[in-house]
């Protein structure tokens, strides 16, 4: 059995719709995973997105193309959780859903509390933005 389709029988496995590279490492070398994970985007299996960040795939009712299985923001929180990066709604979020405003966030924002944050995650030409406390916890200390 190749690489590839040890890799993909693993993804098709695992709950959730983000596959880590680290998850599938073990499988074989690095020059070998790196190419499986190219022929499984090229095969529209998985999209990459973010560095050794990956989503599951699946068919657009409404167009037919291969699109992410999930939203960014649904994605991003998995992967974040996945990388032990503990997340919140950001500020304009948590303000709407506090119904201390009518105003929709216009992006997808979480916070990352005092941690400092710079990978990027986009899917569908959105991209994740941080917020974060690293400078008011650094003065408080």
């Known amino acids: 059995m ?3 389709q040890r890799m993909l029988r693993s993804i098709k496995r695992r709950a959730g719709n983000v596959v880590l590279r680290s998850d599938v490492a073990r499988l074989g070398s690095a020059t070998q995973v790196s190419e499986a994970l ?3 985007q090229r095969d529209g299996t998985l999209l990459r997105i973010g560095t050794g960040v990956y989503a599951k795939t699946r068919r657009s009712a409404i167009t037919g193309n291969l699109i ?3 939203s960014l923001e649904t994605l991003a929180i998995e992967a974040l959780h996945k990388l032990g990066i503990a997340v919140r709604p ?3 979020a948590s303000d709407y859903n506090a119904r201390r405003t009518t ?3 216009g992006k997808v924002v979480v916070d990352t509390g005092s941690r400092r944050i710079s990978r990027m995650i986009a899917v569908g030409g959105r991209a994740l933005h941080y917020e974060n406390h690293y400078r008011q ?3 408080d200390a």
């Open 2 to 4: 190749s690489l590839k």
């Open 38 to 40: 190219r022929q499984l």
């Open 68 to 70: 992410a299985a999930g």
């Open 90 to 92: 950001g500020k304009a």
């Open 103 to 105: 105003q929709l966030p």
């Open 137 to 139: 916890a650094k003065t």
